[in-house]
Nanobody, 119 residues
């Protein structure tokens, strides 16, 4: 059974920092690209950052220079370091694991963790 379990969300003041973690089980972690998505109330889910199995990263323009995605294959965990947080970063953040295989794509989601940026 595949599980992606996010942690590290919470309430933080503008300008503050949080580090999200996503612990994966039930998959061969180092074969999967990992990503963080977010969804604010009334908005569509959007891609925040991705990291390939080889460590290549990509970011939503809005978070470039503030957020950093990383992975620890030994711990089956992906992280999202979020600095200089803004109220518009408030959302539920979801962890995603994706791998393309000959028969298609395998994709898994976590349950999400709430991030609220407010004074």
């Amino acid at each position: 059974q595949v599980q992606l379990v996010e942690s590290g969300g919470g309430l933080v003041q503008p300008g503050g920092s949080l580090r999200l973690s996503c612990a994966a089980s039930g998959i061969i972690f180092n074969l999967y690209g990992m990503g963080w998505y977010r969804q604010a109330p009334g908005e569509k889910r959007e891609l925040v950052a991705t990291i390939t199995s080889g460590g290549t990263t990509e970011y939503l323009d809005l978070v470039k220079g503030r957020f950093t995605i990383s992975r620890d294959n030994g711990k089956n965990t992906v992280y999202l370091q979020m600095n200089s947080l803004k109220p518009e970063d408030t959302a539920v953040y979801y962890c995603n694991a994706r791998r393309t295989v000959p028969r298609g794509t395998r994709e898994y989601w976590g349950e999400g963790t709430q991030v609220t940026v407010s004074s």
